[in-house]
């Protein structure tokens, strides 16, 4: 049963509207008739299994049978801060790390990046892509995607986060079941530099702020290798993969 979305301002006691592109690709695409059932999800963690009252090309209206909070969602909350790659490999980036289960991702920019901005047409794809991943592995949670900002600026909200990891080349701690902490935790920060490597003094900063720098292995990773392979690490580990 395919997914659709709904904001939470859809939504009416147990009726929802699907507008736009949502009801086109309901009613319209894959030619869905009253009386059928639906699932919509709100992208805050609700999972509607849902019963067609109207569809239309531009809106539709359901009717909630059930629902469930956070199916399929991580019980850690990820955030994944990456420093952003060249053309269009953040896009992968972002539909990988969303189908895998992140909480957030925020775009960041460090000493040695390429990449120092992006305009309000990128970031608005990166949402509509983010909220595309999710329909197709069946999310009930649309990650956010944070305005871009420095590394120094993120330092300022490490605090916030109960553990924290990033990769570094030349970390002398390696990835086993001794890095992670005994009992699941509620926020983790994942922080994956450029493919110039962060800095030394980025990395001191980070550990300042309790953060663990790993290493990811002798093969140089690009950007969005090394974010999926530790992402998937830390997920793995507390059984969230």
């Known amino acids: 049963m395919p997914n659709f979305y709904s904001p939470p301002e859809n939504r009416q006691g147990e009726i929802i509207w699907l507008r736009g592109s949502e009801a086109h690709h309901m009613c319209r695409v894959l030619r869905k008739r009253p009386g059928e059932k639906v699932v919509v999800v709100d992208g805050e963690g609700n999972e509607f299994t849902c019963v067609i009252d109207r569809c239309e090309a531009r809106k539709a209206e359901v009717k909630v049978l059930s629902v469930r909070r956070k199916p399929k969602e991580p019980v850690s909350r990820v955030t994944l801060a990456v420093a952003i790659p060249k053309g269009e490999r953040m896009d992968r980036l972002i539909e990988k790390a969303t189908e ?18 992006v305009g309000k047409q990128k970031s608005a794809r990166w949402k509509r892509i983010a909220l595309s991943a ?51 935790v509620g926020d983790v920060i994942v922080i994956v530099g450029p493919e110039g490597g962060l800095t030394e003094q980025e990395v001191k900063r980070l550990g300042h702020s309790g953060v663990l720098d790993v290493w990811l292995g002798e093969r140089k990773l690009r950007v969005e290798t090394a974010a999926i392979v530790l992402v998937s690490l830390v997920l793995n580990y507390y059984g969230d993969l």
Do not use: H
Request: glycine share 6%; charged share 30%; with cysteine.
């Open 134 to 184: 999710i329909k197709q592995c069946e999310r009930s949670l649309l990650p956010r995607i944070e305005e871009t900002r420095t590394l120094v600026q993120l330092e300022k909200d490490l605090k916030s986060y109960q553990w924290g990891v990033a990769g570094w080349e030349l970390s002398k701690r390696r990835v086993t079941q001794n890095l992670f902490p005994r009992e699941p």
């Open 100 to 117: 895998l289960g992140v909480y957030r991702i925020i775009p960041i920019i460090c000493e040695r990046s390429n990449v120092k901005g």
